[in-house]
C-alpha cells in the first residue's frame, strides 16, 4: 500500500508563531486529507486537497501530486491549535485512508 | 459536528465479552468505513462498505465482523475481547468512493479490562 511520511513528528511552538508540517507518500494519488485530532480524539477535516493550494482562515494547505508531497500551513497559532495533525491519502484499489503517524503540536500561552 | 454519529462513546468490557458499535453516517452518503486507533499501531482501516455492500477489508481480525443495514447504518462487531483490542473506534463515511471527502465521526473509545 501507499506510504505517508510526515514531518516533523513533534513540533512545539510559541502562541503567534508560524509553522509549516509535511506529509510525503509514495505513489500517485487522487485525493489527500488534512485532519487535526484535538485533545478529546475527534478527527477534524481540515482540508480536502488533491492539489493546488487551499486557505481556511489562518489554516492553508497545499499539495504538489507530481512531486507527492502536501504541506499545510500554521499562521499566528493559538492553544487551541494544539493536537495532532494527519494527512492521509487513498489507495487506488480499495479505498481505504493511509494515515501518516501524524505531527503532535503544542502551542504554548 | 462531520454529520456522522457513533454510540456509545465510551464502553469498558471485560476480556472474551462481545460488544457492539454503531455507525450513522452523513445523510447521503453510501460509503462507510471503520478505522481503529491504537497507541502502537496508529490509525489502520478495519473494512469499507459501500450502499450494503462489503468492499474492502484491511487488518480487520477474524473476531471482528461488520455490516451495513439498507437504512446504510453500519455496525462494528467486536468478540472475544482482548486487551489489546482497547483503542478508539472510528466510522467515516463519505458519498462514494476513493474520489471522495472521508468524514469522521466522533469516536467510540473502548476499554478492555
Redesign the interface.
Known sequence: GIQVEQSPPDLILQEGANSTLRCNFSDSV??L?W?HQNPW?????LF?IPSGTKQNGRLSATTVATERYSLLYISSSQTTDSGVY?C?V??????????G??TTVTVRA | D?GVTQTPKHLITATGQRVTLRCSPRSGDL?V?W?QQSLDQ??Q?LI?YYNGEE??K?NILERFSAQQFPDLHSELNLSSLELGDSA?Y?C?SSLA????????G??T?LTVT
Do not use: V
Not at chain 1, 41 to 45: E, K, S
Not at chain 2, 97 to 104: D, K, L, N, R, V
Open positions: 487522487n485525493n486529507q485532519f480524539g475527534q478527527l477534524i477535516n480536502y494527519f492521509a487513498p489507495n487506488p484499489n480499495d479505498y481505504k485512508l493511509s494515515f503517524a501524524g | 462531520s460509503s468505513y478505522y496508529g490509525l482501516f469499507h468492499r474492502a484491511g478508539l472510528f467515516a468512493g476513493t474520489a471522495y471527502e472521508q468524514y469522521f466522533p469516536g473509545r
